[in-house]
């Protein structure tokens, strides 16, 4: 079994895996962002201390979490391993025997997806988790005021609203790639199939990427 795992197809299923839970984190991750467009702020307030609070929650955000990190770590370890021989692992090669530039630059994508990374969890995580936050009262119920902190960063610092951008559209490229080969890694890799997940692949990097760049413009340019 360890074999399976050390071989160029074990090394590809791994990545793949890893990636399906980003997958899932993104779409979250999205869904409850959008919500700093509805209203003002008790919507994602409310989504927020949901998200900090629900017991559910609280167990599959770190599984979450832990699959992005491992996925961006051995990423970069199978990588540097495999530098001076051919390329190996999904983000490398495209199964259809077309390569695009973001099949080719996958590493380098992730490299500058995981710098933007850093930058958000310092802006916006860490100080949710472990900083002062103003709170807010809803109906009785106190809970941390985090439309605020994020609303306000992204009206004071344009340039921040722009870094936030351009790490969507490396994300979107990224998993232009990511998406559809993750899912041939891991069977479905006929023709017929191939075909459509290229084509669910750009749609959900769009989704992805214009879900996440709508968010900081929408501050920048209405508020």
């Keep these: 079994m360890i074999e399976i795992f050390n071989s160029s197809i074990g090394k590809k299923l791994i990545m793949s895996i890893t990636g399906l839970f980003l997958m899932v984190f993104l779409l979250v991750h999205l869904t409850v962002n959008l919500m700093l467009l509805v209203g003002d702020g008790e919507t994602f307030n409310h989504a927020a201390h949901f998200m900090a609070t629900n017991p559910a929650i609280k167990i599959m955000e770190p599984i979450l979490a832990a699959g992005f ?3 961006i770590f051995y990423a970069t370890y199978i990588t540097l391993k495999n530098r001076r021989t051919r390329p190996i692992g999904y983000s490398q090669t495209s199964g259809n025997g077309v390569s695009t530039w973001s099949s080719k630059n996958m590493y380098i994508l992730g490299g500058m997806i995981s710098i933007f990374l850093v930058i958000h969890l310092a802006n916006f995580f860490w100080k949710m988790r472990f900083g002062e936050m103003p709170t807010i009262t809803y109906d009785g119920v106190v809970m941390d005021d985090a439309y605020s902190l994020v ?5 004071e610092y344009w340039w921040y609203d722009l870094l936030y951008v351009v790490g969507a559209i490396f994300l979107g ?3 232009s790639h990511g998406f559809w080969a993750a899912f041939q890694t ?16 750009y749609i959900f990097a769009i989704v992805i990427a214009v879900g996440f760049s ?6 920048l340019i209405f508020k």
């Design 69 to 71: 990190i491992f996925h």
């Design 151 to 155: 609303a306000g960063l992204f009206m």
């Design 173 to 175: 490229l990224h998993l």
């Design 186 to 201: 891991i069977g479905w890799n006929g023709t017929k199939w191939l075909k459509r997940l290229e084509v669910v692949a």
């Design 214 to 219: 709508i968010i900081p413009l929408y501050f």
